[in-house]
């Protein structure tokens, strides 16, 4: 990130913006594992999102973390209906519109709009940049007063380019430039609500602060509301009011940014954190290092998903998974699933906290080895005298 972005101070209010917009209840993906070659049989699954709970209030935004393959994305489709979800139900202002069919979903669809990842791949390189924002105001029946043509020069100005850069093509632009298109074509669609899918990811760092600003100001002023999805913990921090935090299709813990960032209960949040220091720069000390890979989704921990890499696991972890609950100690909204939080701080700690035990033992042999050579060496330098 970029110094342009004050990350120390973050920029919103923590308070709760207007009534529910959308509302995700147990909601579950599992992607079919198939076998064989002629009568494909379903031999696994993997469960990329697994009964999860969520509520975005009008004008809010909401950041979701977690690390790479956690079932952001995922859960970012399943809003946006670009897949269908196993189980559990998606709410839009009250509506249920889990499996409402595409005829239906059309007008609801417009006010959901997605930001991808890729500005790139996500605007056809055959189109000017006005067909490309005029498209699905077309297909949605939007017509705004004064015409398209009118609306898309305003809609470049409003996300920073200049209008007068209606006829060219995405390849005249930079990649931030082409990221303000995408976000130029999701407002001509008037949307209540964006999915940014780590929308800053792939740009240059000088630029990802640009891109920042420019979707809070947009979130502030047109009062949009956000599903923010990023790894980037400082990131989401500065964009976000509230933040849910995911591990391996489940949320484990979910509550407005202070108690987040300056009070994480789970372990988990707490080594996200310590691993992306920039994000809390209050907290100097704290050190976890959130070593290993996610267990693969296809076979899931039992209990607590998160146990394998957890340095307070007990037995009753493996046995019984936690729910996501309010537990002592926690601000209202503030949830967290896990048997043996955190206390509410991220106070320093004296010594590593190592989550992988691979690599545990292998630091613990290493210093093993290193203390058997020293007392060598001091026998060896006593022997000679
Ligand atoms: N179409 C699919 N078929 C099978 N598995 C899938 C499919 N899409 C995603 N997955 C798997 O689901 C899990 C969650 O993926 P997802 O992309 O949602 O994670 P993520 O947290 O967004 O990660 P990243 O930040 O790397 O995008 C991963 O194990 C992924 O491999």
Request: charged share 20%; net charge negative.
């Amino acid at each position: 990130m970029s110094e342009q972005l004050s990350l120390a101070k973050p920029a919103l209010p923590s308070q709760r913006k207007g009534g529910p917009l959308l509302e995700v209840e147990g909601l579950t993906k599992h992607f079919p594992l198939r076998d064989g070659f002629l009568f494909k049989r379903q031999v696994g699954a993997v469960q990329a999102v697994d009964g999860v709970d969520f509520t975005i209030h009008e004008g809010e935004a909401l950041g979701l973390v977690g690390e790479s393959g956690c079932g952001k994305s995922t859960t970012g489709r399943l809003v946006t209906r670009l897949l269908e979800p196993t189980a559990g139900q998606i709410l839009y202002q009250g509506h249920n519109i889990t499996h409402t069919d595409r005829k239906h979903l059309a007008p609801i669809r417009s006010q959901i709009q997605m930001i991808f990842q890729d500005p790139y791949a996500s605007l056809n390189p055959r189109q000017t940049v006005g067909t490309i924002i005029t498209g699905p105001m077309e297909i949605n029946h939007i017509q705004p007063p004064g015409g398209h043509e009118k609306r898309v020069r305003e809609l470049l100005e409003t996300v920073g380019l200049n209008p007068e850069h209606y006829n060219r093509f995405p390849h005249e632009f930079s990649g931030g430039q082409r990221q303000r298109i995408g976000i130029a074509r999701a407002l001509g669609m008037q949307p209540k609500l964006i999915i940014a899918d780590e929308p800053v990811s792939a740009l240059d760092v000088s630029i990802q602060a640009q891109v920042v600003n420019l979707l809070q100001k947009l979130q502030h002023e047109l009062g949009i509301a956000f599903l923010f999805i990023a790894h980037d913990l400082a990131i989401v921090r500065h964009f976000s009011h509230r933040v849910a935090v995911m591990y391996l299709g489940k949320i484990m813990e979910i509550g407005n940014r202070t108690d987040i960032y300056e009070t994480p209960r789970h372990p988990y949040t707490h080594a996200l954190l310590s691993a992306a220091p920039e994000a809390n720069p209050d907290d100097e000390q704290e050190r976890i290092r959130l070593a290993g890979d996610v267990p693969s989704p296809i076979n899931p921990p039992t209990g607590c998903r998160f146990r394998t890499r957890c340095w307070k696991a007990q037995q009753k972890c493996t046995t019984e998974e936690p729910p996501l609950l309010q537990i002592a100690g926690n601000n209202t909204g503030h949830l967290t699933a896990c048997h043996y939080p955190q206390d509410p701080t991220t106070a320093a700690r004296d010594e590593d906290v190592v989550l992988d035990p691979a690599l545990a033992a292998l630091e613990q042999n290493a210093q093993e080895s290193a203390e058997e050579s020293a007392e060598e060496s001091a026998e060896g330098s006593a022997e000679e005298q």
